[in-house]
């Protein structure tokens, strides 16, 4: 039973960038991979961005590709969304989640693939 904890959200200037962090108090990373997920209003979930146990191999969405990064810091026990060249169209409640699955490029996206998630911190940009 992991409990995730989300902070980094507020409200960012279109071109703007905030960092979003994930920890699991108690609990070590390496044992599971990470993913960060965003919703809108009357929006379905979409995954942003994965990474893997061994905290080199990501993935990421289109959209979101080479503006957004990624990354795990095992000794903190803590996964990292690095938010940079923000649009409106970012604006969104995001998620971080775990899975004790091994992820792939084909499997890194889909929620239901994840076990745990967090409350969700929002991220606003104008």
């Known amino acids: 039973h992991v409990q995730l904890v989300e902070s980094g959200g507020g409200s960012v200037q279109a071109g703007g960038s905030l960092r979003l962090s994930c920890a699991a108090p108690?609990?070590?990373?390496?044992?599971?991979?990470m993913g960060w997920f965003r919703q809108a209003p009357g929006k379905k979930r979409e995954g942003v961005a994965g990474?893997?146990?061994?905290?080199?191999?990501?993935f990421y969405a289109n959209s979101v590709k080479g503006r957004f990064t990624i990354s795990q810091d095992n000794a903190k026990n803590t996964v990292y969304l690095q938010m940079n060249s923000l649009k409106p169209e970012d604006t969104s409640m995001y998620y971080c989640?775990?899975?004790?699955?091994?992820?792939?490029?084909?499997?890194?996206?889909?929620?239901?693939?994840?076990?745990?998630w967090g409350q969700g911190t929002q991220v606003t940009v104008s």
């Open positions: 108690g609990y070590s990373f390496d044992h599971y991979c």
């Open positions: 989640a775990a899975t004790w699955r091994l992820l792939g490029v084909s499997t890194w996206s889909p929620e239901a693939n994840y076990d745990y």
């Open positions: 990474i893997d146990r061994d905290g080199a191999t990501t």
